[in-house]
């Protein structure tokens, strides 16, 4: 499995996949794409502790949409919403997510956009929480 990283963008290869790009709504590419994510998320201290103190948690992915479908390249342009709990109240983020085909190993590759925003937002509910709560 190759994983690549960028401040806004994540890109993973679905290994094992069949023949072709998966569609944007494919449980193995949300799951996939949620896993990219939290694993972003994680990556901040905040979030491990308010994962710890089981104040963050219930992550998903949900609203998905087919921005574009290219059938000659087998690409795809996905948009969907990060959802989390914090405090028992729900929020998300929208962002976007990219599938293409690669041809050579036949997998399908994820590329993820939008990271940036969507650990702002986990921010922005954590602080707010920790204010309310002093």
Do not use: W
Not at 16 to 44: F, H, M, Q, W, Y
Not at 106 to 123: F, H, M, N
């Amino acid at each position: 499995m190759k994983l690549a990283l960028a401040s806004t963008i994540t890109a993973i290869t679905l290994t094992g996949c069949s023949s072709g790009t998966l569609p944007c709504n494919n449980e193995d590419i949300k799951n996939t794409v949620l896993d990219i994510i939290t694993t972003e998320v994680r990556k901040a201290r905040y979030a491990i502790e308010s994962e710890e103190s089981n104040r963050l948690n219930n992550y998903s992915i949900e609203g998905i949409k087919t921005l574009s479908h290219n059938e000659k390249t087998d690409f795809y342009s996905c948009s969907g919403k990060f959802s989390f709990e914090f405090d028992e109240k729900s929020t998300n983020k929208e962002f976007t997510y990219e599938l293409s085909y690669l041809e050579d190993i036949d997998d399908t590759e994820v590329v993820v956009y939008g990271i940036s925003g969507v650990k702002a937002r986990v921010l922005a509910k954590v602080m707010a929480g920790n204010l309310i709560s002093k």
